[in-house]
């Protein structure tokens, strides 16, 4: 933006000044991105989103692309998929960073996920926030109802994080990750949460 804008925006009253004491304009950066022109969502790009977190998960990638796929046809939109194969812990994925990327461009109008965490694992409110700050819409297929109570919320947190880890711990697929799930479940069902 060119400094005689900003000049101009002043006198006109469309934005506040803040002046240092050596005479320096400052403004809000969140007020002026407010007075810019946004293209409505609908006139930028649609990113369809999937990840799995390994190899042997591929045929679930496809069909995760696939419902995608399908919904952005149904609604008419044109679309661009994006895909990852890693954890959900992984931050450094090709396919979220340039989702990252372009979300922070302005040139995003919406985000298509089959579910919250195939974004990430922990931390999708930070991308979710992000998508809120540029303007961009975000729509999750399989969005579950939130928990009623924290008690939930928090026994279902204590799970996940107990599933990746014993994952990387003992292995996806090894008995003692089982038996330890089981335990977990167990719990769970005892307190009344499922």
Known sequence: MHPDTLRRWEKQGK??????????????????????????????????????????????????????????????????????????????????????????????????????DRLLRFGSELVFALCEHFGTEVIILNASEDASFEEEELVQDVLEIITVFSARLYGSRSPKNKEVLDALKQAANELGVS
């Open 15 to 116: 934005i506040e000044v803040e002046r240092t004491p050596t005479g320096f304009r400052r403004y809000d950066l969140a007020k002026l991105r407010g007075l810019l022109p946004h293209k409505a969502p609908s006139a930028r790009a649609t990113l369809l989103y999937a990840r799995v977190s390994s190899h042997d998960q591929k045929d679930g990638l496809a069909r995760q692309v696939a419902l995608l796929e399908s919904f952005a046809a149904a609604n008419g939109w044109t679309y661009e998929v994006l895909q990852d194969l890693g954890s959900g812990l992984n931050y450094h994925k090709t396919g979220l960073r340039q989702l990252i990327r372009r979300i922070g461009s302005g040139k995003v109008g919406r985000l298509v996920l089959t579910h919250k």
